[in-house]
């Protein structure tokens, strides 16, 4: 049997032969940013001069040479140098621990329907809330954010593990020890006086916004819009085979049919950006430190959980976009899967393959003391997190693994329109 699928807003159609019929809805609608912002952001994004230390970047961490994240399951931020696989530590400001999630790629994060952020969903738009963003923060969030975009790409920089640093190793580290945040004077103001220190940077904020102070939500704008215009994804063979521009070869066409219908992929990864926006358990391997409050001991991640409070979240995460997911290894919130078929096949057996999981399908960069598999050697813990699986066992072949592959291989669009600067007005490296 034969259905139709739509292809755009204006009711481009296309047949496919698939076992239930996908509407992927009106094409994605994006931001369209003011070019003199983007490249003011595209700096901001790259200079060290955001971090405690000055030595980490935005970019340190979503480089476009790693698919806009950095190529490790598990990152090492503040206390570290290099790029993806060859990061490594220092002596000097040696980090804890490692980052306890997987960086995120930062792919159409421009568009409008991208609404909630992080691996928990903890900052999202909320209109309920009075500055229309539901963050961590609370009543302590400043107003003057332009979206819930702008306002994630400046939590990082309050993490001493990612960019402030930790303890007395510096000013911003300092105040945000003492809890100091976004409070007059707190670790927020220390960064903005930083940037408005430096000629060049005062200069495209006055040619942006004569007369205004440069504040920190400011700098958090320019850097959404550099990050909305940069990574707009859209133009992939999948997106001109919809549009009726081009056409899948047999394998991916194969491969779609098999996602779309019989394995049952798009009940999660729906839509234009195959991602539905929400948060399910998938007895995803836990590994690294996992995710706890500052003083907390102990290796759980319990994902939107500790958002909600509902015990029904437990162990559940924000379901991706697989846009550019060939280039965005690895995979999970905590970056247990290196390879794209390893984690697929994760998906057919979720609470089989939680159970047989092995540390060596991840990446993890050297980091001496680490205990990375303490959550999996706890029966408990694992049983927990496969109690809370929501995904059937489903039955594919090799082949239709395959070609399921081949069609995500489709979805691959790795835009980069102004790319990495070679300097920056604060002087400092750029992880080129």
């Known amino acids: 049997m034969r259905f139709q699928i739509a292809a755009t807003a204006v009711g481009i159609w296309m047949s496919l032969s698939v076992a239930q019929a996908q509407d992927l809805g009106p094409r994605p609608e994006f931001i369209e940013p003011d070019l003199s912002s983007v490249e003011l952001g595209q700096l901001l994004f790259y200079d060290p001069i955001l971090s405690g230390n000055r030595n980490i970047s935005c970019a340190t961490c979503h480089h476009p040479k790693l698919g806009t994240s950095d190529g490790l399951s598990l990152g090492i931020g503040e206390g570290g140098v290099g790029l993806g696989g060859n990061r490594k530590l220092t002596q000097e400001n040696r980090p804890e621990q490692r980052i306890p999630r997987n960086s995120p790629a930062m792919w159409n994060l421009g568009a409008l329907e991208f609404t909630t952020f992080f691996h928990d969903g903890r900052l999202e738009a909320d209109p309920s809330q009075p500055n229309g963003i539901r963050t961590p923060l609370g009543t302590h969030m400043r107003p003057g954010f332009k979206s819930a975009l702008a306002a994630q790409a400046m939590f990082p920089v309050l993490s001493p593990d990612e960019m402030a640093g930790h ?41 942006i916004a004569p007369g205004e102070d440069i504040s920190f939500t400011a700098i958090a704008n320019v850097i959404a819009d550099f990050i909305a215009f940069e990574w707009r994804a859209d133009n992939s063979l999948f997106d001109r085979a919809m549009r009726g521009e081009d056409r899948l070869p047999e394998q991916a066409q194969l491969g779609m049919e098999l996602f779309y219908g019989k394995a049952g992929c798009s009940a999660c990864h729906s839509g234009w950006f195959q991602t539905d926006h929400g948060f399910h358990s998938i007895a995803m391997p836990q590994i690294g430190p996992g995710k706890s409050a500052r003083f907390e001991n102990h290796v759980r991640d319990d994902g939107r959980l500790r958002v909600t409070g509902d015990k029904d979240d437990a162990f559940a995460f924000r379901t991706p976009s697989l846009r550019n997911v060939t280039l965005t290894a690895p995979y999970g919130h905590s970056g247990a899967y290196a390879r794209l078929e390893d984690v697929l096949r994760h998906h057919l057996d979720p609470v089989s393959a939680l159970r047989n999981y092995a540390i ?73």
């Open 167 to 207: 303890y007395s190793e510096n000013e911003v580290s300092k105040a945000v020890r003492l809890g100091l945040l976004t409070q007059v004077g707190g670790a927020w103001d220390l960064i903005a006086a930083r940037v408005a220190a430096i000629p060049e940077y005062q200069r495209r904020f006055d040619d």
């Open 360 to 432: 060596e399908m991840a990446d993890l960069p050297e980091f001496f003391g680490a205990e990375d598999q303490k959550a999996l050697l706890d029966p408990r813990h694992v049983e927990a997190i496969a109690a809370s699986n929501d995904l059937a066992p489903i039955d594919l072949s090799d082949d239709e693994v395959d070609a399921i592959l081949s069609f995500l291989g489709t979805l691959e669009d790795p835009a980069v329109r102004l790319g990495v600067p070679q300097t920056v007005p604060s002087g400092l490296p750029v992880d080129q």
